[in-house]
């Protein structure tokens, strides 16, 4: 039998081999000029990626916790606050609130689509309670509508954890412009990622992105003329220019994406033990992780594929309330069961916009050989 490939999860080299001449160029001008922290290239992403999302202002910061926390602190947000955050997330969501001082108050899934349940949403909401952050989880926005209601009712700050969501859309309208603010992440396997960590804000309050500028920037406005204590948070000149690059090439990947996604759907379509993920519209999901559920198995399954060299993730196996980190907020196991079924029935499939249909036609045709086990 011939040695097949390993079929990675998310494969950054070929994508680097379809972009190198730009990337190669790009980086040798940052060095040239060095640019490295702030300046033109850091600018022009951020116009760029403010353009894109729809908003009037982006910031560039060092990674996406930073983003959100940054954003948080910038409204306000600190100690004896709460904010809602769902309990299926990667910790970084509820980290940003941890770091303002605000204690995160965590929020079932829904059953379908795995996103916050507003319905539940409700009970969580105490005197305490300054902001939500839900996130559009694997690529797919929350109920933006009901959101902003449940905000406006409940008197809160409605700011988007987009980490995995960027170009993701309703009616025109894009992830990252919905709320009061937004987080970005370019963590490397993201939809837009970076060569390194880098995040990013956008808003269209322009007071509120000055804000998140100081503080990401030493609490300063001039070279030493610090306003408050802030930190060091920035979006660097290589990684910005490296980012403009992909941005360009953005909208093309998330339609690949969607391709392949709808191609998973199709084929995965009559395979026993296999729940496909829900999509509300193909058009607005861009499908930062492709996820199925299996009842019974998953372990089994992750296994069987391994050894016919696919990778596989599970998004997320342990939900926020019952990780160690959160041991002191005193959850109990039971205390989500739709978030804690998810988390023992999910498997996330290679995707990215540079898999391929025969390599996601043996993904399928694996999956297939172990359902009929
Ligand atoms: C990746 C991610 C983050 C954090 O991003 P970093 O850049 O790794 O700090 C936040 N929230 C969600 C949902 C993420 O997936």
Request: charged share 25%; hydrophobic share 40%.
């Amino acid at each position: 039998m011939k040695e097949e490939r390993t079929i990675p999860f998310v494969d950054l080299v070929r994508q680097f081999e379809t972009l190198r001449p730009e990337i190669e160029a790009a980086v040798t001008t940052v060095m040239k000029e060095a640019s490295f922290i702030g300046g033109p290239h850091l600018q022009r992403f951020e116009a760029a990626f403010a353009a894109h999302t729809g908003t009037k202002h982006a910031v560039g910061v060092g990674n996406g916790t930073d983003a959100l926390y940054l954003t948080l602190r910038a409204l306000g947000v600190g100690r004896g606050d709460e904010v809602l955050v769902p309990a299926n997330t990667f910790i970084a969501t509820a980290e940003a609130v941890g770091l303002t001082g605000a204690t995160p108050v965590f929020v079932e899934a829904r059953e379908d689509d795995a996103l916050i349940d507003l319905d539940k949403a409700g009970a969580r909401v105490s005197s305490r309670t300054k902001a939500m952050l839900p996130v559009h989880l694997y690529g797919q926005l929350v109920d933006v509508e009901g959101s902003k209601a449940f905000a406006e009712k409940h008197g809160l700050l409605f700011v988007e954890d987009a980490a995995q969501a960027h170009a993701a859309s309703k009616g025109g309208k894009r992830a990252g412009s919905f709320g009061r603010a937004a987080g970005f992440s370019f963590y490397p396997g993201k939809n837009l990622g970076a060569y390194g960590d880098a995040g990013a804000v956008t808003t269209d309050d322009a007071d509120l992105a000055a804000r998140v500028r100081k503080l990401a920037n030493h609490g300063r406005s001039e070279k030493y003329g610090h306003e408050l204590e802030g930190v060091n948070s920035r979006l660097d000149g290589l990684q910005a220019a490296i980012l403009d690059v992909k941005l360009k090439h953005l909208d093309a990947w998330t339609a690949r994406r969607q391709t392949l996604a709808e191609r998973y759907d199709q084929l995965l379509g009559d395979v026993r033990k296999v729940k496909k993920p829900v999509t509300h519209e193909r058009a607005g999901h861009v499908h930062h992780l492709y996820v199925i559920r299996v009842d019974q198995g998953r372990d089994g399954l992750r296994a069987y594929l391994k050894d016919r060299r696919i990778e596989t993730g599970v998004h997320y196996p342990i939900p926020l309330h019952l990780q160690r980190a959160y041991a002191h907020l005193g959850y109990a196991k039971g205390a989500f069961p739709v978030a804690e079924r998810w988390s023992e029935e999910i498997v996330s499939l290679p995707m990215s916009a540079d898999l391929s249909e025969a390599e996601q036609d043996r993904v399928v045709a694996a999956i297939r050989d172990w359902s009929k086990m």
